[in-house]
């Protein structure tokens, strides 16, 4: 089993910046690609970044395309968004999670092999 645990949520204003990480263990995770899905109120969730294992590829969502960028650490076991430029619509829980798909098709995902648990952010206007 693996265990992800996300940190670094919190309020912001518009404009201002965040940085979100994400801590996983257990097993392994070599050949799991990582990234990040949000979800707001009222809404469903939606891809927002992922990175993948080997070659460090990034795929973002549109929405945050040139704001937020996606890191990881395959030593530590770590993945972190670096979100800048929040506007009020990026206020979400977002979640961190771990999945062998390949990254460019992670933004038609529904679901994963691994969640964490889900940090809120909150961009006030």
């Known amino acids: 089993q693996v265990q992800l645990v996300e940190s670094g949520g919190g309020l912001v204003q518009a404009g201002g910046s965040l940085r979100l990480s994400c801590a996983a263990s257990g097993r392994t995770l070599s050949n799991y690609n990582m990234g990040w899905f949000r979800q707001a109120p009222g809404k469903e969730r939606e891809f927002v970044a992922v990175?993948?294992?080997?070659?460090?590829?990034?795929y973002y969502a549109d929405s945050i395309q040139g704001r937020f960028t996606i890191s990881r650490d395959n030593a530590k076991n770590t993945v972190a968004l670096q979100m800048n430029s929040l506007k009020p619509e990026d206020t979400a829980v977002y979640y961190c999670a771990a999945d062998k798909t390949y990254g460019s098709l992670w933004y038609r995902k529904v679901d994963v092999d691994y969640w964490g648990q889900g940090t809120q952010v909150t961009v006030s206007s």
């Open positions: 990175i993948t294992w080997s070659a460090g590829f990034t």
